[in-house]
């Protein structure tokens, strides 16, 4: 048996792994089966501890592609990383991506994943015109959203409707591969919230860093941030001079983060200096153009950066409120985030649209607010008192992060969750 974590590194798990090299071989065993891609989930999403996970990673082949139309069909296993290496320097881009590009196809139909522009392009279900699905019965499906329930559960399913094998995707025409970018600074929470509810400073991307850490008069103060893919003629000179270069892609190579940091590397006192430091200097930008990577990925320049939290590992906290109550919801829990002196300088605030996908899909329309906390005593405990904050305000947490939530809690945060289970028994 291997151990088995995803990117918080916690729960670790015993599981039996398996790794086809071909789809024909992509499927359950004779027991239960989960299928996971590149574990960038952060809790407990792609484990399972009685029965087989059935990694997708090397069934990462593009199959078809319209340069008219930008449809692009692939393998579940294909990461974004390798779609955005191979597609941008044609001109397409991923219509959402989460904050990270090493996930895959399957991985973002499951979680039905999110991006900076949830609020105006919905969910990773947009952009989604087909799918090839092998559910329990054996039976492999060409499912489209013509095929209602069928289609549509599987986003934020979290791969318990079928294992996913195909997707086909409606990419994103761009210009360049630059993205105009304005941060604007705010002082506290109801100014940083009236600047993300302000339509005038709005853009296609839109996210705030928080942070949690600022007491009394700043409690909540932060940066937002919002951007839009950058027009050839909205460029500086020194930029649309070098036009046959403004479609690249340069990754970089990533870093390794060297060690298990130690837990007092994370200290209260030494996180509020880092934030103080970064409100001051993500504040001064004001408005710039930076490549597309560093916009909707900067910690995939960092390698293993989940060691930062040294081997105890992390939980990533997300949440959705609904607008109605959203400010008072979101106040009160960075309140008591405040209070347990609990969570780390990785924090974002964002609005959402509309909903989308089947019902265990997470983004609602309201405020998500997303934040990592370290794994210490009692950490558990401050989860499950933030969850019944959550669900006593219509909200819900996001199962792709989770690890914590209570079946009763879970119930209430989803409450159509029963249609889910006889959609699966179907
Ligand atoms: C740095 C970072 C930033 C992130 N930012 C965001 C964000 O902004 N928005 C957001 O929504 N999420 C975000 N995430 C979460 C991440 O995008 C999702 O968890 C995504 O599902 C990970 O994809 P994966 O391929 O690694 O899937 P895994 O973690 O391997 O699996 C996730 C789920 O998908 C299922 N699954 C995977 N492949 C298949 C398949 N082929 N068929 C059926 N089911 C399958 C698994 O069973 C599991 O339930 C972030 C994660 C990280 C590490």
């Keep these: 048996m291997d151990q088995l974590?995803?990117?918080?590194?916690?729960?670790?798990?015993?599981?039996?792994?398996?790794?086809?090299?071909?789809?024909?071989?992509f499927h359950a065993g004779e027991g239960p089966s989960l299928a996971r891609g590149l574990g960038r989930s952060y809790g407990d999403a792609a484990l399972l501890t009685d029965g087989d996970v059935v990694l997708s990673e090397r069934l990462d082949r593009c199959l078809e592609f319209n340069p008219e139309t930008g449809v692009l069909r692939a393998e579940a296993g294909l990461s974004l990383d390798a779609l955005i290496r191979a597609?941008?320097?044609?001109?397409?881009?991923?219509?959402?991506?989460?904050?990270?590009?090493?996930?895959?196809?399957?991985?973002?139909?499951?979680?039905?994943?999110?991006?900076?522009?949830?609020?105006?392009?919905?969910?990773?279900?947009?952009?989604?015109?087909?799918?090839?699905?092998?559910?329990?019965?054996?039976?492999?499906?060409?499912?489209?959203?013509?095929?209602?329930?069928?289609?549509e559960f599987a986003f934020g399913g979290m791969g318990l409707t079928g294992m996913i094998r195909e997707v086909e995707l409606q990419l994103r025409p761009i210009t360049t591969s630059m993205m105009m970018v304005r941060h604007s600074v705010a002082g506290n929470l109801p100014e940083l919230m009236a600047q993300m509810d302000d339509e005038a400073r709005d853009d296609q991307y839109s996210v705030a860093w928080v942070d949690l850490l600022a007491r009394g008069e700043r409690a909540g103060r932060g940066v937002l941030m919002t951007g839009h893919h950058a027009e050839i003629n909205e460029l500086p000179m020194r930029y649309a001079a070098h036009q046959e270069t403004l479609l690249t892609d340069r990754p970089g190579r990533a870093r390794p983060f060297p060690f298990e940091a130690p837990t007092w590397l994370l200290s209260p006192g030494n996180l509020r200096l880092f934030n103080s430091m970064y409100h001051k200097w993500q504040g001064r930008k004001g408005t710039f153009f930076t490549p597309l990577r560093t916009f909707f990925h900067p910690l995939d320049a960092i390698r293993n950066w989940n060691r930062m939290y040294g081997k105890p590992g992390f939980v990533q906290y997300q949440f959705v409120v609904p607008f109605e109550s959203g400010r008072?919801?979101?106040?009160?829990?960075?309140?008591?985030?405040?209070?347990?002196?609990?969570?780390?300088?990785?924090?974002?605030?964002?609005?959402?649209?509309?909903?989308?996908?089947?019902?265990?899909?997470?983004?609602?329309?309201?405020?998500?607010?997303?934040?990592?906390?370290?794994?210490?005593?009692?950490?558990?405990?401050?989860?499950?008192?933030?969850?019944?904050?959550?669900?006593?305000?219509?909200?819900?947490?996001?199962?792709?992060?989770?690890?914590?939530?209570?079946?009763?809690?879970?119930?209430?945060?989803?409450?159509?969750?029963?249609?889910?289970?006889?959609?699966?028994?179907?």
């Excluded at 974590?5 to 071989?25: Q, T």
């Excluded at 044609?90 to 139909?109: D, E, K, N």
């Design 5 to 25: 974590e995803s990117w918080g590194r916690y729960p670790r798990v015993p599981a039996r792994l398996f790794r086809p090299e071909r789809m024909r071989d």
């Design 87 to 151: 597609f941008v320097p044609q001109g397409w881009f991923v219509p959402v991506t989460p904050g990270t590009a090493f996930c895959t196809l399957g991985g973002c139909v499951a979680a039905n994943v999110h991006g900076k522009n949830h609020h105006r392009d919905g969910s990773f279900r947009q952009g989604v015109t087909s799918l090839e699905m092998l559910t329990a019965d054996g039976s492999v499906r060409d499912l489209t959203p013509a095929d209602g329930d069928d289609f």
């Design 328 to 426: 008072e919801a979101v106040t009160e829990a960075i309140s008591r985030l405040n209070a347990a002196q609990a969570s780390s300088f990785l924090a974002v605030l964002k609005r959402m649209g509309a909903s989308d996908g089947g019902p265990l899909s997470f983004p609602m329309p309201g405020y998500t607010l997303a934040l990592d906390i370290p794994l210490r005593e009692g950490v558990i405990d401050l989860l499950n008192n933030l969850d019944a904050l959550v669900a006593d305000h219509g909200g819900r947490v996001y199962l792709a992060k989770d690890s914590a939530l209570r079946p009763d809690t879970f119930r209430r945060m989803y409450p159509e969750w029963e249609r889910f289970v006889i959609h699966k028994r179907q």
